[in-house]
């Protein structure tokens, strides 16, 4: 690529990454050698390519490859295009709303859904919850997503997107029919989000608690975690993995450990060394035959699987050349138990209510508004 044409791909990305604040751009793919897209009438224009500038195209097909420092669409070669349609346009099975970009980022492609922040919380909720659970907890958890979604807007620094869609952020299905009343809760609660000391924060929340939510400075080794206190959850109980068990071949483990650098040899123990004020380890050593290695829970979770350990609030006893783990709960522990909000709007409780139960120290503001 030339250095001209590098440069209108930094002005280009630059560019994009400016959006309004009632908008949001969320990578539905990153690292994509290709992609292919489909619509009515896609509008197809290319960024950042000032040194030939051209119209743009519709077509209701579209294939992007990765082709050197570019993207490549129909013979043409810019460092990204922008899609545009009056529909929703369609990629590997799901519809998006707004507007598409497509942009080269690292080894490959990012796909970028440019939308309407509120427009995006409604498709959180769509991916994180069901439309068939209480107003109350809908509305909640429309506040968490959208404080969580307008942190890292704030701190995405020079990325070309703010957030991705997936669990390395929070899920995400695009465009949601407007008979949802995931769309109600949405309303209900425009531009509403939490805040520690005045500021936005991460507002984590998970699946189910086990009984008690954790501290998030024990989990992420972010900076500037707020200090949220961790609690005893008393309405997670009829959560579908309260408790959970799972029986891991020694083998399996010593296999997987190996992948991740670690080289026990046979496993031969598993002990937990330490434990978080809420009971999750904090930290295990597998004994093996070669060598021992010491894990924080965490690590330990992710190497294993999220979805196999399902979270570090568990016991593990050897039996023969199988691991048992007796555990509770579903996900990280910090901020709100999603099963827990559904077992308090059953009792009567109110989305706020809801918020100051699970995330206290924090309190209620509006986007846009400045603290005193």
């Known amino acids: 690529m030339s250095s001209l044409f590098a440069a209108a791909a930094l002005l280009a990305l630059s560019a994009t990454a400016m959006v309004g604040a009632d908008t949001i751009r969320v990578a539905i793919a990153e690292n994509a050698r290709a992609a292919d897209l489909r619509g ?36 043409r070669l810019a460092p990204a295009f922008r899609l545009t349609s009056d529909a929703p346009i369609r990629m590997n099975g799901r ?9 080269r980022h690292g080894d490959g492609l990012a796909i970028v859904n440019e939308l309407r922040l509120e427009e995006y919380v409604v498709g959180v909720l769509r991916a994180e919850t069901s439309e068939r659970w209480p107003l109350e907890t809908l509305r909640a958890q429309a506040i968490v997503a959208r404080t969580y979604a ?13 957030v991705v869609a ?19 809760a949405v309303r209900d609660t425009a531009g509403q989000v939490l805040l520690w000391d005045g500021e936005l924060f991460p507002a984590f929340y998970h699946s189910t608690s086990g009984g008690y939510t954790e501290d998030p400075r024990t989990v992420f080794a972010a900076r500037n975690m707020p200090a949220l206190k961790a609690i005893r959850d008393e309405f997670s109980a009829a959560a579908p993995h309260f408790y959970w068990t799972l029986d891991l071949k020694l083998a399996d483990l010593a296999d997987i450990l190996r ?22 380890v904090a930290s295990l050593t597998v004994h093996g035959t070669r060598s021992p290695a010491r894990l924080r829970g965490n690590d330990f979770r992710r190497m294993v699987g999220y979805e196999t350990v399902k979270s570090t609030l568990f016991a593990v006893a050897l039996d023969g050349a199988v691991a048992r783990f007796s555990g509770r709960g579903y996900g990280h522990g910090v901020g709100m138990s999603q099963w ?28 846009g508004a400045r603290s005193r």
């Open 40 to 75: 009515l009438d896609i509008e197809v224009s290319e960024l950042g390519c000032a040194a030939c500038p051209r119209p743009g195209w519709r077509a209701d097909t579209v294939r992007a490859v990765a082709n050197g420092q570019g993207v490549e669409i129909s013979g």
């Open 259 to 280: 992948r991740n650098g670690y080289d026990v040899g046979t496993v031969t123990a598993i002990e937990v060394t330490e434990r978080t004020p809420s009971l999750r």
């Open 340 to 367: 827990g909000a559904k077992g308090m709007a059953e009792q009567g409780y109110k989305a706020e209510k809801i918020l100051e139960y699970y995330y206290p120290g924090a309190t209620l503001g509006f986007l």
């Open 166 to 184: 997936s669990t390395t952020h929070q899920m995400y299905l695009g465009h949601v029919p407007a008979s949802s009343p995931i769309w109600d």
């Open 150 to 162: 307008a942190f890292h807007r704030a701190s995405s620094g020079t990325k070309p997107y703010h």
């Open 95 to 103: 519809e998006y709303p707004a507007t598409l970009e497509i942009v």
